[in-house]
T-cell receptor, first 110, second 112 residues
């Protein structure tokens, strides 16, 4: 079974709204990462949060990590049509393996 | 641009035939990975390499083998392709200190 599970599986919002995606995982981690994938393309790294961090920001992205609940959330503020993509969380549990969840499909309507 | 190229980008083959996918990097990174992506499953790790001739299994390694005879190339081989191996295959390299992965554009394999 996979380490990370994203919720929701799909999300449709209007341009300008905020989008929140959640990720739960099962075992202890060194860090958690979020990636984006445009249709038909490879994944692109967005942001990494270490296990001793609780919140991190990068532009319109805000990531939180709660290690006690083994969960993370990705917030995209003021969404744009160009944010339409699939978003994946990935956990690094040590041993240099990075394990991905099934992803959230985000659709931002213009 | 992380300097990763995958080949072939598209391949159609028949059940029982051998298939090799190639991942080439220009950045001299130590760690390289092969994932497969299927609807509803996200990305699943097949095999990874932590140096020349050093490889290890991932989550879904059955039916796959890998080789890394030089730093820049990581090969994924399906000895006898099956329809269940129809998928999109992604190669990735790891940025050593940060743990970020950089992905290739994928290789779409169809096994008839």
């Amino acid at each position: 079974s996979q380490q990370g599970e994203e919720d929701p599986q799909a999300l449709s919002i209007q341009e300008g709204e905020n989008a929140t995606m959640n990720c739960s995982y099962k075992t202890s981690i060194n860090n958690l990462q979020w990636y984006r994938q445009n249709s038909g393309r490879g994944l692109v790294h967005l942001i990494l949060i270490r296990s001793n961090e609780r919140e991190k920001h990068s532009g319109r992205l805000r990531v939180t990590l709660d290690t006690s609940k083994k969960s993370s959330s990705l917030l995209i503020t003021a969404s744009r049509a160009a944010d339409t993509a699939s978003y994946f969380c990935a956990t690094d549990t040590g041993g240099f393996k990075t394990i991905f969840g099934a992803g959230t499909r985000l659709f931002v309507k213009a | 641009d992380a300097g990763i190229t995958q080949s072939p980008r598209h391949k159609v083959t028949e059940t029982g035939t051998p298939v090799t996918l190639r991942c080439h990097q220009t950045e001299n990174h130590r760690y390289m990975y092969w994932y497969r992506q299927d609807p509803g499953h996200g990305l699943r790790l097949i095999h990874y390499s932590y140096g020349v001739k050093d490889t290890d299994k991932g989550e879904v390694s059955d039916g796959y083998s890998v080789s890394r005879s030089k730093t820049e190339d990581f090969l994924l081989t399906l000895e006898s392709a099956t329809s269940s191996q129809t998928s999109v295959y992604f190669c990735a390299i790891r940025e050593g200190d940060t743990g970020e992965l950089f992905f290739g554009e994928g290789s779409r394999l169809t096994v008839l």
